[in-house]
Every structure is written in structure tokens, then in C-alpha cells.
């Protein structure tokens, strides 16, 4: 059983920046393909970046690509998301996910979520 908690959520102005993380405990990190995603209020759950088990592999959607920046240290069992030039638009609770043995852009691949993390987004 693998445990996953978010941290670095908060509230910024538009332009900002923030970098989340997401801490595994309970299971060989370096197996899982994690990846991060976000639900607004009134909207369905969106994948926004994943990566690969070693890290070399990584995928952004487009609504984040060149702003957005994923990383994962399988030494500390942590994958962050690098924020920056935040929009209003990406206001949400962002979770974490792993999946094991690989990685996906489809929330119903991942095994294991976090209890996510608050970020908002003023203009």
C-alpha cells in the first residue's frame, strides 16, 4: 500500500509561481510511474504531467507545457511539479497518483492518490 501526501499548495497572483510536492511512503517508489492531476470546482478530474519510473520520460498537457515542470527523486520518494507563470485558469486541487510498473494520462490507470493540495490563482 502506497501513501502519497501533497504539500505546496497555496495563493498566488497571477505570473507566480509554486512548486508542489508529493511524498511516498509504503512502497518501492522507483516503481511507479507518478503523475499529477487537477479538478476545478464544477469540473471533471484533468491530467496535467507524468513521469516516468527513472524520470526520463515526462508529459505535460498542453494547458501546461513551457509553464509546468515535473520531476521526481527516487532517493527522497518524492515527485514535484514546478509551477510557474500561474494563470487564474489553473486554479484547483492538484493530486498526485502513482501507477505501477508505468505511467498514464488517464486518471483510471493510477492505483494510488493523494488527499491533494489547494492551489489558487488570483488576477
Known amino acids: 500500500q502506497v501513501q502519497l501526501v501533497e504539500s505546496g499548495g497555496g495563493l498566488v497572483f497571477a505570473g507566480g509561481s509554486l512548486r508542489l510536492s508529493c511524498a511516498a511512503s509504503?512502497?518501492?517508489?522507483?516503481?511507479?510511474?507518478m503523475g499529477w492531476f487537477r479538478q476545478a470546482p464544477g469540473k471533471e478530474r484533468e491530467f496535467v504531467s507524468a513521469?516516468?519510473?527513472?524520470?526520463?520520460?515526462?508529459f505535460y498537457a498542453n494547458a501546461v507545457k513551457g509553464r509546468f515542470t515535473i520531476s521526481r527523486d527516487n532517493g527522497a520518494n518524492t515527485v514535484y511539479l514546478q509551477m510557474n507563470n500561474l494563470k487564474p485558469e489553473d486554479t484547483a486541487v492538484y493530486y498526485c497518483?502513482?501507477?505501477?510498473?508505468?505511467?498514464?494520462?488517464?486518471?483510471?490507470?493510477?492505483?494510488?492518490w493523494g488527499q491533494g493540495t489547494q492551489v489558487t490563482v488570483s488576477s
Open positions: 497518483a502513482a501507477d505501477y510498473a508505468s505511467w498514464s494520462t488517464v486518471a483510471n490507470s493510477y492505483e494510488y
Open positions: 509504503g512502497g518501492s517508489f522507483s516503481n511507479y510511474g
Open positions: 513521469i516516468s519510473r527513472s524520470g526520463g520520460s515526462t
